[in-house]
């Protein structure tokens, strides 16, 4: 029941998160959509709890009901999870803009702009795994018990086996090592943006100190943030590469 117990806070948590950043005091910010719609993105993620406590504990997996099912349920998993992704990108994006060209490019705070991004990630994900629906088939699979003198009818929803590597090596490349590489060069030029500002304003030493202390506490939560995303969803994806031959 950890998995029912887990989903369904997840579920909760990320409400309150769309709630919170749907009031009036975070909706003047330009990454509140964004967060808004992770928490949606995120919301179908944990929902697939449900769909493997019904496979493991009751035996009664969705994916087999129907060949479109079968072909959209691992496939719908893989493609929001990746739209979190990158949309944890694209807030490093905003904020980095926001804090660098603030006044130069303030479209990216217009709604068609953050649509338009939000629109061109649901795209991306979507065409990333499209080998996942083309290569899954549910197959019938039937063989006879000599001992009942029945025939048993088995259904499996699988990948083509020469395919498999190829949707791990892409799961791979897309959720860990681009997000990872992308999000640290927006955390770095940022950083070094800070610095250099921090440098040109005269301040007395306390301050100065004070100053250059958070600077390097927001340098290596964000960084280690980024590294310790890589190295807790790129385990799962070395496996199944490796598993796959």
Known sequence: YLTI?????????????????????????????????????????????????????????????????CKMGDFSVYTTCSISVWILALIAFDRLISVVYNQKLDFIKSKWFQLGSLGSIIVLSVCIYLPMPIYFNLITDSSHNNETNLTETVKICILDESKVSLVYWID???????????????????????????????????????????????????????????????????VLIVSSY
Not at 8 to 17: E, R, S
Not at 35 to 64: K, P, T
Not at 207 to 230: E, G, M, P, Q, Y
């Open 5 to 69: 117990i887990s989903s369904t806070f997840g579920i909760i948590g990320n409400i309150l998160v769309f709630i919170v950043y749907s009031s009036k005091k975070f909706r003047q910010y330009s990454f509140s959509i964004y967060f808004r719609a992770m928490a949606i993105s995120d919301i179908f993620i944990v929902l697939h709890g449900y769909r493997q406590y019904s496979r493991f504990v009751h035996d009664s997996f969705i994916d087999l009901v129907s060949d479109f099912l």
């Open 172 to 238: 791979l490349i897309n959720i860990s090592i681009v997000t990872l590489i992308l999000n640290n060069i927006l955390t770095i030029v940022l950083i070094i943006f800070l610095i250099k500002t921090r440098r040109k304003i005269h301040m007395n030493s306390e301050r100065k100190r004070t100053t250059v202390w958070r600077d390097r506490k927001f340098a290596i939560n964000s960084i280690a943030l980024n590294i310790f995303s890589f190295l807790f969803k790129s385990p799962v994806s070395f």
